[in-house]
């Protein structure tokens, strides 16, 4: 049972702007730095956010991070049909000692 | 180019053992720790546990301690993960992953091996 919480589902037609939560706790995103990977179907995940807010060469700037407190969001600006997607929040918890990912969130291009 | 390459599909019964293997290559195998991550069919992804080449120090999710065993030979640039009995419940898609940033607790997972199918049934 994963630690962080996302919601389920995400939609928006294309170039929209879709916002995904990750909810967390004192012990992992609120003393660490969060993560954010895209699924592709059928691909393995793909780093997309790293630190909180630091996207990775190759990644396009319509994918923004932010973290507040114990949470953390996953903005997509421009919403394109390729970013239909499985998206995972992770980051480490210091009472578990270990990574943890988060529920996980699919976003539909309408 | 930096890569991790994960051994085949496994077909396997129940109670056999079973050892897949993440190859890496294009950078310093023994500096950078790798990761080990579930999927079950249609599932969310799970963190099994952190293995580093270089000595070999390991962290295990307590979701999977005494379950899986994970080692690394740094002479073939290797990672392993290994299950002495398997059973239907492990039937899932691993992948292996390496760890970038100085320290674990800051670390993202920025290279992925591309997925080894496990199927356990009788």
């Known amino acids: 049972q994963s630690v962080l919480t996302q919601p389920p589902s995400a939609s928006g037609t294309p170039g929209q702007r879709v916002t995904i939560s990750c909810s967390g706790s004192?012990?992992?995103?609120?003393?660490?730095?969060v993560h954010w990977y895209q699924q592709l179907p059928g691909t393995a995940p793909k780093l997309l956010i790293y630190r909180n807010n630091q996207r990775p060469s190759g990644v396009p700037d319509r994918f923004s991070g932010s973290k507040s407190g114990t949470s953390a969001s996953l903005a997509i600006s421009g919403l394109q049909s390729e970013d239909e997607a499985d998206y995972y929040c992770a980051a480490w918890d210091d009472s578990l000692n270990g990574y943890v990912f988060g529920t996980g969130t699919k976003v539909t291009v309408l | 180019e930096v890569q991790l390459v994960q051994s085949g599909a496994e077909v396997k019964k129940p109670g056999e053992s079973l050892k897949i293997s993440c190859k890496g290559s294009?950078?310093?195998?023994?500096?950078?720790?790798i990761g080990w991550v579930r999927q079950m069919p249609g599932k969310g992804l799970e963190w099994m546990g952190i293995i580093y080449p270089g000595d070999s120090k390991s962290k295990y999710s307590p979701a999977f301690q005494g379950q899986v065993t994970m080692s690394a030979d740094k002479s073939v640039t290797t990672a392993y993960l290994q299950w002495s009995s398997l059973q239907a419940s492990d039937t899932a898609m691993y992948y292996c992953?390496?760890?970038?940033?100085?320290?674990?607790?800051?670390?993202?997972?920025?290279?992925w091996g591309q997925g080894t199918m496990v199927t356990v049934s009788s």
């Open positions: 294009g950078y310093s195998f023994t500096d950078y720790w």
């Open positions: 992953a390496r760890l970038t940033g100085t320290t674990v607790w800051i670390g993202s997972f920025d290279i």
């Open positions: 004192s012990s992992n995103i609120g003393s660490n730095t």
